[in-house]
Nanobody, 119 residues
Framework: QVYLKESGGGLVQAGESLRLSCAASGSLSTINSMNWYRQAPGPGTERELV?????????NYADSVKGRFTISRENAKNTLYLQMNSLKPEDTAVYYC???????????WGQGTLVTVSS
């Protein structure tokens, strides 16, 4: 089992930066991908994949955050990061970290951290 806990959210103004952290514990040796998702407030919004980093350190980003967000990990601390620069009001959302593995099958989620960007 894998346990995830996000931190680092808060209220910032447009153009500012935040760094989110996701502390992981448990059985991490089989993890294939580590991801950040977000879900904007309000009814009917869907959870959106923001960034991915694989076990081989390959990264991928949503078009909406390319060039502004950077996903990274620090294996020694079992921590996943999301550096968010040049924040926009449309980045306002609850941000979740997610770890996945193919075998054994795993889809673990944190409880989320709220990021609010004011204009």
């Amino acid at each position: 089992q894998v346990y995830l806990k996000e931190s680092g959210g808060g209220l910032v103004q447009a153009g500012e930066s935040l760094r989110l952290s996701c502390a992981a514990s448990g059985s991490l040796s089989t993890i294939n991908s580590m991801n950040w998702y977000r879900q904007a407030p309000g009814p009917g919004t869907e959870r959106e994949l923001v960034a991915t980093i694989t076990s081989s350190n390959s990264t991928n980003y949503a078009d909406s955050v390319k060039g502004r967000f950077t996903i990274s990990r620090e294996n020694a601390k079992n921590t996943l990061y999301l550096q968010m620069n040049s924040l926009k009001p449309e980045d306002t959302a609850v941000y979740y970290c997610n770890f996945g593995s193919v075998w054994p099958p795993l889809d673990a989620w944190g409880q989320g951290t709220l990021v609010t960007v004011s204009s």
